[in-house]
């Protein structure tokens, strides 16, 4: 049965990974739209699972770095929920490799997907999110974007990009009654990563990490279902770190 009292959410990049792990932790409480671009299968096999508990769950195939794409998400989402009340940007990318190897196209893909979708979703919601004096942006950063990473120099200027935005987007929008914060994950046991570095690899990075272990997509839902409730009112504009003291 359709309820028209829990706030809706829309979470990019949700098929799998952190995504889905947000996507599930908050399942009781929320209405969920998933959007996944290539991975159909596990975006659908996701909506079935949410579905047996939680009615109120869609899926939409978006392109978050294009334009026309994000307008169709958000079309839909609100012809089925009303308004998108909380939008977590979390699609994104990785690239790993020296600068000088880097093309052009690949500099502008993954800031397209990783950047410019933050500010394309983001202003498609806001115009709703100020009328009903209510909203809350969450933003998926990383590490990298403080720190930088050697090798990973476009992923961590997209990621910085995105601080930036979060903090300057959260002093503009807090008079309308919307919260805006990033989060910075070190460290998390996703395909991202796995497909970033070999197993001997990555048994050497948990070593870096002071908890000697990588996060759990899992937590890092965690902290987004606090920084999406009333309980954290008063949070915005910070890039909040989520790492097992990985500096």
Do not use: C
Request: proline share 2%; charged share 25%; hydrophobic share 40%.
């Amino acid at each position: 049965m359709y309820n028209h009292t829990m706030k809706t959410v829309l979470i990019t990049g949700s098929s799998r990974g952190i995504g889905a792990a947000i996507a599930r932790r908050l399942n009781d409480d929320y209405k969920i739209i998933i959007n996944y671009r290539k991975s159909k299968e596990k975006a659908f096999e996701l909506l079935y699972e949410l579905r047996e508990t939680n009615p109120n769950v869609i899926a939409v195939k978006a392109d978050v770095s294009k334009e026309e794409d994000v307008a169709m998400m958000f079309d839909v989402a609100e012809k089925n929920f009303g308004h998108v009340d909380i939008l977590i940007n979390n699609a994104g990318i990785s690239h790993f490799s020296l600068i000088q190897d880097i093309e052009f196209e690949t500099w502008k893909n993954v800031i397209n997907t990783n950047l410019n979708s933050v500010f394309l979703n983001s202003k498609r919601a806001i115009p709703n999110m100020i009328s009903n004096h209510y909203g809350v942006i969450i933003n998926m950063s990383s590490i990298w974007g403080d720190f930088g990473a050697s090798m990973e120099a476009l992923y961590s200027t997209s990621k910085g990009g995105i601080n930036t935005f979060t903090k300057a987007l959260a002093k503009e929008l807090a008079p309308s009654g919307i919260r805006v914060n990033a989060i910075a994950p070190g460290m998390v046991e996703t395909d991202m990563m796995r497909n970033d570095f070999t197993d001997e690899e990555i048994e050497e990075l948990k070593k870096e990490v002071s908890s000697n272990r990588f996060a759990r997509p899992e937590e890092i839902a965690g902290l987004v279902k606090y920084l999406i409730s009333d309980e954290a009112s008063y949070i915005t504009g910070d890039i909040i770190h989520i790492n097992g003291g990985f500096y």
